[in-house]
Every structure is written in structure tokens, then in C-alpha cells.
């Protein structure tokens, strides 16, 4: 019996997503933790952070602990790696 395993993509508007920077490169967050539905979202579901039509960050999320998600892009992110 083979297992089928779905992944949803998850968006987010880059004007009001929070989120941590918990690995950056460059001044760009590479790795980034932000709360999460855990019902709803698994790890292996992707993330994409968008800035009107811009793609800033695409990564999957590696692991949920405590509500928060863990996702990475480490190599094409251009979401900030400090927040203000």
C-alpha cells in the first residue's frame, strides 16, 4: 500500500507578516519562525511571502513546535533579516 501525502502553500502579504529571522545571510532571512495553525498546516507545507506580485521568501516549513513554524529559503530569500 503506498501512502499519498498532500502539501498546501501557505501565503503571506509581506506589509503585515511577523515573523523572527532565526538564520539570515547577506541581511536577508534564510531560516524564519512565525506563528502557525498547527490543525491546519504541516511540516513539508510551503510558505510564500509575497510583496504585491514579488516573490520574497519560498520555503517549506521543516518543523511546528509550540504553535510556531520553522521554514527555510536559503537561497533565494529577500525577506529583511532584522524586523523593525
Given at each position: 500500500m ?24 547577506n ?20 510558505v510564500?511571502?509575497?510583496d504585491?506580485?514579488?516573490i ?7 518543523k ?15 525577506l ?5
Amino acid at each position: 500500500m503506498s501512502e499519498v501525502s498532500f502539501c498546501q502553500t501557505i501565503s503571506y502579504n509581506a506589509d503585515d507578516f511577523e515573523y523572527e529571522a532565526v538564520q539570515q545571510e547577506n541581511g536577508n532571512a534564510t531560516v524564519i519562525k512565525f506563528e502557525i495553525d498547527e490543525s491546519k498546516y504541516s511540516p513539508g507545507d510551503v510558505v510564500v511571502v509575497l510583496d504585491g506580485e514579488d516573490i520574497v521568501f519560498h520555503g517549506i516549513i521543516g518543523k511546528i513546535e509550540d504553535g510556531h513554524g520553522f521554514a527555510s529559503d536559503p537561497r533565494g530569500s529577500l525577506l529583511a533579516g532584522t524586523v523593525q
